[in-house]
């Protein structure tokens, strides 16, 4: 089972998103959950994941249009997989500090 947690930026960008935002990104999070659960160790091609160029070990999906949450892998709080949460938001945020 796929556990995670959050970093308090993500937390914040995800307050600022609109409540449609917010519903488009959890069916994101519903399809990359089931495909961590695969364990088949790639995402399906319409999350788009990908790595950040100039962050590297930190992902990006993308969850609607222009939506993007990025993400890493962490430490397993549990046996299995573990992904930390760090932005969510538009495009930009993957040229904000």
């Given at each position: 089972?796929?556990?995670y947690?959050?970093l308090?930026?993500?937390?914040?960008?995800l307050?600022?998103?609109?409540p449609?935002?917010?519903?488009?990104?959890?069916?994101?999070?519903?399809?990359f959950?089931?495909?961590?659960?695969?364990?088949?160790?790639?995402?399906?091609?319409?999350?788009?994941?990908?790595?950040v160029r100039?962050?590297?070990g930190?992902?990006?999906?993308?969850?609607?249009?222009n939506?993007r949450?990025?993400?890493?892998?962490?430490?397993?709080?549990?046996?299995?997989?573990?992904?930390?949460?760090?932005?969510i938001?538009?495009?930009?945020?993957?040229?904000?500090?």
């Amino acid at each position: 089972m796929p556990t995670y947690e959050t970093l308090p930026r993500f937390t914040a960008d995800l307050h600022r998103l609109t409540p449609e935002q917010r519903r488009r990104f959890r069916q994101a999070v519903a399809a990359f959950v089931d495909d961590l659960r695969a364990g088949r160790g790639r995402f399906r091609a319409g999350l788009r994941v990908k790595g950040v160029r100039s962050a590297p070990g930190v992902f990006e999906l993308t969850w609607d249009g222009n939506g993007r949450a990025t993400w890493q892998y962490g430490p397993a709080i549990r046996p299995g997989v573990q992904h930390i949460w760090r932005r969510i938001g538009t495009h930009d945020i993957l040229t904000g500090p």
